[in-house]
């Protein structure tokens, strides 16, 4: 309720007003920002989701692509621990941990070969 004096008289002027009407708007900026924000929540959800996925998804391929090249090392160098050195050493190339290894049981094939070829030499 408001009242206002009248000026130059005894009355006041009074008004009221329900109440809805001063907090009508106030609600529907408050349901506006609920929705906002539950719009906004299951966006980073689901980019949140996505990005997981993708994650997974690169872990597992580089992941299999590693194991993949120890699994072929692993083969060659079991092939010339009995004595398959004519074995194709493969991932001599790449730059990382994995060729170095390839690089190593190369250098091992070819010292074996020499020691072979030494001993019948004597032999």
């Known amino acids: ?35 906002f924000a539950l719009k906004t929540r299951n966006i980073v959800i689901g980019i949140l989701a996505g990005t997981l996925v993708l994650i997974g998804f690169t872990v597992a391929f580089y992941g299999y692509k590693l194991t993949g090249r120890i699994k072929s090392l692993t083969q060659v160098a ?10 194709k050493v493969t991932g ?7 060729g170095e290894l390839a690089l190593a049981i190369k250098r091992m094939q070819e010292s074996i ?5 030494r001993m019948k030499e004597r032999g």
């Open 1 to 35: 309720m408001v009242c206002v004096p009248i000026e130059g008289t005894t009355y006041v002027l009074a008004a009221t007003a329900p109440l809805e009407e001063f907090t009508e708007a106030a609600k529907f900026m408050q349901e506006s920002a609920a929705q």
């Open 78 to 87: 079991d092939r010339i621990s009995v004595g398959d050195l004519e074995a």
């Open 92 to 98: 001599i190339g790449s730059k990382d941990e994995i």
């Open 113 to 117: 070969r020499l020691a072979i070829k």
